[in-house]
């Protein structure tokens, strides 16, 4: 007999659409626990479930994850520069932005860390990444480099050199990629999110 969870793919699940799968079994939350211990779902955070690649056969995507673990948010910084090749370094930890204060989960997945950002700043500069049957929101490439620089207390970028450095040395972009990137993120940006200033020069390094 086919497992029940598995049209659910690798879409995260509250607990109440779980036992909606169970209805003949009164007590739901004994049930969640019998399907975490036999390892059918993996608890992401209280209320908050996704089935195991072993039951559905659909990979995980801890993008999709971060999108519900915290919501509004979307993935930003070193996570989505990574996830577009364009630094060299793994990233370990899920980085995203979300309008709620800051907060982190450890769950079995993985780390999952979300930035405040501001109401206004929030939707500048995202993009909505479709898979063959889900779908997630990131930031554009231009976006997770602001967040990036923004959330950086020790950033600075007064000058272009500082900018070169930055991204050449620190980050290790390549220029080429750089210099592809679109301008008017950056200057939607600079009206609306925080360091503007280094924004501003590093709009002055790709228009140069």
Do not use: W
């Not at 930055?166 to 080429?176: G, V």
């Not at 750089?178 to 009206?191: G, L, N, P, T």
């Amino acid at each position: 007999m086919n497992n029940p969870l598995q049209q659910l793919g690798n879409i995260p699940v509250t607990a109440s659409a779980l036992e909606s799968f169970f209805p003949h079994i009164k007590r739901g939350n004994q049930r969640l626990r019998l399907l975490e211990r036999d390892k059918q779902i993996i608890r992401l955070k209280k209320g908050l479930y996704v089935c195991s690649p072993e039951i559905t056969g659909k990979s995980l995507s801890t993008e999709l994850i971060a999108n519900h673990l915290y919501a509004p948010s979307y993935i930003s910084m070193s996570s989505a520069l990574r996830y577009y090749g364009l630094i060299p370094e793994a990233v370990y930890t899920k980085q995203s932005m979300t309008l709620k204060h800051a907060k982190d989960f450890d769950t079995p997945i993985g780390r999952f860390e979300y930035t405040h950002i501001s109401r206004i700043a929030f939707p500048v500069g995202l993009t909505c990444i479709k898979k063959e049957d889900y779908s997630f929101v990131m930031a554009t490439p231009e976006k997770a480099l602001c967040d990036l620089i923004a959330n950086s207390p020790q950033v600075n970028l007064r000058y272009l050199k500082d900018a070169e450095i930055y991204l050449e040395e620190d980050i290790r972009m390549e220029r080429e990629d750089f210099m592809q990137m679109d301008a008017e993120i950056f200057e939607e940006y600079i009206k609306v999110g925080k360091k503007s200033g280094s924004i501003n020069t590093l709009l002055k390094l790709l228009k140069k």
